[in-house]
């Protein structure tokens, strides 16, 4: 028997998504005499601040494909021929962008991206062709069709850019499924079977987690989840359905209890939550089900990372998204699976994950040891994060910023029902690059000098992406990090050991932070005003300088509410 009462909260994703119409139309040039009519990259055809058409912002096409075509709860757009014409418009600009080998560019010029953004726009305008090509001229959809036949064919190769991404991955099996679909190219078939076995590759079967870079992401697992979902809908293929299976029961454990999801205990920080793949696969994986309830209702309640909030060149991924999970919602069955934070009392521990979850009778505890014990806690009654604490960071006196928060597989890690403990040694945060007038027109330079190569092109990406997030960079400052159930509380002890001749000029535990650059990462939550670090006092800091040794504990009841006095880090003598 459906539940009917929530049903009213479908109206959620039309209501975030056709509220952004308006400004996504806005970011569109829709002067039909314009040389970039049909281009969504507004910086680049009004504004002037960039040099080169970002490809990425014709996703947009779909949202106007979508709107045109269906009937959304609030929307003024569906059979307006105007909407139609600028899809279209768009559709064809987005073929004019594309280079020689099939690829676009998304960050700067002659990128020739793989999965973002030549995979992600293929995906797009193939499934608004399939909305709109019965009203589409003839010149202008085999214009569209002939561009997302050499891309999905680039596509198909492989990734050339050391691309260790499963989302990416699992993006490029869709687009060339949807390419294989519409145009019928046994070689393009032949190419989706091959990505879908390189996206295996990154899949950990027996945890149901697939990697994003160096460990897992519950904001691009969920992608994931949406993309290959989306394969599944006309592919029902078992092996498909086994992964689904597997990660949406991963995604339960970073569903919290206060309505968020993800943030700071993934590997790319990234809180968003995509949705329409859980919609779905609702009626054949009822955790699914569970799972687009609860993100749901967080986001009627404006919370997860709504698309208003978002930077403009994210606006044009989520709004579809939440269109679709509109037009496939189903009513939920009367009795959904209990999400982790509801279940019987008990731990989990991922190894290969390195993820550390606890279900306690009033409270659910989540950690991430592979990223130096990043830790959450929350009360299940009232749903608040009452501790939240990313590790430790600090400045060293030769100017270097390290901290705890770095995925390292050296950590050595520890659990048992009682708690957990992971060891190891600090991690240089890359620095914050930032661009001069002179280093962008060097950097322009070498991209008109080799851009011409794909080869070269991919290699130059695959650098940039080392030296911005990836890789490990030791500081000779040692720590233990250890949680631990105590009674009616949690205890939270930090050991910190310097090694070798430096010094820290200040040091700060807990709070919410991020070190490793992801563009989309970094939004604001309104649980962070719940939160606070603690930064050391003078004499914490001279005590470690002089002693090289300091340890910092802190103590969370959990018979209630932790009070300031029991949640104040205490120095052990």
């Known amino acids: 028997m459906a539940n009917t009462s929530t049903t009213s909260l479908r109206d959620a994703y039309a209501a975030r998504a056709i509220s952004q119409v308006p400004r996504l139309l806005s970011l569109q040039d829709r002067n039909q005499f314009s040389p970039t009519y049909g281009s969504f990259d507004r910086t680049y055809w009004l504004d002037k601040t960039e040099d080169f058409p970002n490809a990425l912002p014709q996703f947009g096409v779909l949202t106007l494909a979508l709107v045109y075509r269906h009937e959304f709860a609030g929307s003024i757009y569906r059979g307006q021929p105007k909407i139609r014409d600028w899809a279209i418009a768009g559709m064809d600009y987005w073929a004019s962008l594309q ?17 973002g953004p030549s995979a992600f726009t293929t995906y797009a305008n193939l499934e608004a062709y399939r909305l709109l090509k019965d009203e589409m001229p003839q010149e202008v959809a085999q214009r569209v069709l002939g561009a997302a036949r050499k891309a999905a064919r680039f596509i198909a190769k492989g990734e050339s850019e050391q691309d260790l991404l499963a989302n990416h991955h699992a993006v490029a099996s869709l687009a060339v499924w949807k390419a294989y679909e519409i145009l ?39 992608a994931t989840v949406s993309f290959l979902s989306k394969i599944y809908q006309t592919n029902p293929d078992p092996k498909i359905l086994e992964v689904l299976r597997q990660s949406v029961e991963f995604c339960s454990y970073f569903a919290y209890p206060n309505g968020f999801y993800g943030g700071s205990m993934g590997s790319r920080n990234t809180m968003h939550f995509y949705p329409h793949g859980f919609e779905i696969m609702a009626g054949q994986v009822p955790m699914a089900a569970s799972v687009a309830e609860h993100m749901l209702k967080a986001l009627s309640e404006g919370k997860l990372v709504p698309p208003e909030i978002m930077a403009d060149r994210y606006l044009f991924y989520r709004v579809p998204e939440l269109l679709q999970a509109y037009l496939d919602y189903s009513a939920r069955p009367a009795a959904l699976p209990l999400l982790p934070y509801q279940r019987e009392p008990g731990t989990r521990y991922f190894p290969a994950a390195r993820v550390y979850t606890a279900t306690l009778p009033g409270h659910y505890v989540v950690a991430n040891l592979a990223k130096g014990g990043v830790v959450k806690v929350f009360d299940k009654a009232t749903g608040r994060l009452i501790l939240n604490d990313c590790g430790v960071i600090g400045k060293l006196d030769n100017g270097k910023v390290v901290t ?36 962008m027109i060097i950097f322009r330079a070498v991209l008109i000098a080799l851009g011409w190569s794909p080869r070269l092109s991919h290699f130059m990406k695959g650098s940039i992406r080392k030296s911005l997030m990836l890789g490990n960079r030791p500081a000779p400052v040692a720590f233990r990090r250890s949680f631990r ?7 939270l002890e930090d050991e910190i050991r310097l090694e070798g001749n430096v010094k820290f000029q200040s ?7 991020f070190v490793r650059y992801v563009p989309q990462s970094r939004y604001f939550q309104s649980q962070e005003l719940e939160v606070k ?3 050391f006092d003078s004499g914490q800091l001279a005590k470690l300088n002089r002693e090289r040794h300091i340890t910092i504990g802190q103590r969370v009841a959990l018979a ?11 120095l052990h003598s």
């Open 507 to 513: 040091l700060s535990i807990g709070d919410e932070f």
């Open 404 to 439: 705890t928060q770095w995925v390292d597989p050296t950590y050595e890690c520890q659990t048992d029902d009682t708690g957990w403990q992971v060891s190891g040694h600090l991690n240089i945060v890359p620095s914050n690059k930032l661009f001069s007038p002179l280093k």
């Open 560 to 570: 209630g509410l932790p009070t300031a006095s029991t949640h104040a880090p205490r």
């Open 184 to 222: 019928g190219d046994a070689d393009l078939k032949a190419g989706f079977q091959g990505l879908l076995q390189g996206f295996l590759k990154l899949h950990n079967a027996e945890e149901g987690w697939s990697r994003e870079y160096d460990g897992v992401d519950p904001g691009y697992l969920s």
């Open 99 to 115: 280079h020689k080998d099939g690829s676009f560019d998304e960050f700067y010029p002659y990128e020739r991206g793989w999965a």
């Open 533 to 535: 670090g603690t930064p």
């Open 485 to 491: 159930f105590d009674g009616d509380g949690v205890t």
